[in-house]
């Protein structure tokens, strides 16, 4: 069995590659909205997990499952679920290895480049009153309850499911201050959602170009935004492939398909 942490785009296509080339796949993902997708992306072969799994959680469904390989697709900014992984894989001797999205290009001199949550609310508050997140709901509440945000008109994008648009409630974000959609965006649709919320900053990650990135800048370039963009953690990987052939290959070289 291959197990594959599959919270994002990348990870449910690496699950659907290695399922189409005959190996037994188990995907783990971090809300029921995730598990649909990946059961449309792969139909009922792949083995779905959607409950969390901690470190020993991990550890015990991989005995479990019999997991012989996983290959660690989740979010690039999901820092617990890696290093969660990385140690499991250690402790059970199980070949890791990480997909990492390529880094969008930071071709406009409006960007601010920052290391956490906190520090993006930060750079915020001294470029703009209205301000716009593109960065999910996970991390909403850091926003909402920085104290240099206090003071700031905050929306944010963020999935259409109710429990998401429940967690923005809880927070005191109104429904004009929601923007419930789901992706991708194009420049042009990243635009007119930045001119309709008026807004004057926007906040983002470095996701990749999959994760819509590249529109996001390219967007706020073309409107004269300032960005502010949360880097990407830096972990020590210790087995790193940047295209969907590298993990078919890591794959093949540690068991043959059945």
Do not use: W
Request: net charge negative.
């Amino acid at each position: 069995m291959i197990f594959v942490l599959a919270g994002t785009q990348d990870g449910r296509e690496i699950a659907k590659l290695l399922l189409e080339n005959g190996y037994d796949v188990a995907a783990s993902v971090v809300s029921r909205y995730g598990g649909e997708l990946l059961a449309h992306a792969c139909g009922q072969k792949c083995l779905i997990n959607d409950k969390p799994l901690d470190e020993q959680a991990l550890q015990e469904y991989m005995q479990e499952h019999a997991v012989r390989v996983l290959v660690d697709a989740s979010h690039p900014y999901a820092v617990n679920a890696s290093h969660n992984a990385m140690t499991a894989c250690s402790a059970l001797a199980v070949p890791y290895i990480r997909y990492e999205r390529d880094l969008t290009e930071l071709d406009y001199e409006n960007i601010t480049v920052v290391h956490s949550y906190e520090e993006a609310a930060e750079a915020a508050s001294k470029l703009g009153q209205r301000i716009f997140l593109t960065t999910g709901s996970r991390n909403l509440d850091k926003f909402v309850h920085s104290p240099h945000l206090q003071d700031a008109e905050l929306t944010a994008r963020v999935l259409p499911t109710a429990e998401v648009i429940a967690l923005c409630e809880s927070l005191g974000l109104d429904a004009g201050h929601i923007a419930a959609l789901q992706g991708p965006f194009s420049k042009e649709l990243n635009k007119e959602l930045f001119r309709r919320y008026a807004a004057q900053v926007i906040i983002t990650k470095n996701s990749g170009s999959i994760g819509g990135t590249d529109t996001k800048l390219a967007a706020a370039k073309e409107l004269g935004l300032p960005i502010v963009l949360i880097d990407r953690p830096q972990l020590n990987y210790p087995c790193i492939g940047h295209h969907y052939e590298d993990i078919l290959s890591f794959v093949q070289t540690h068991f043959s398909a059945k």
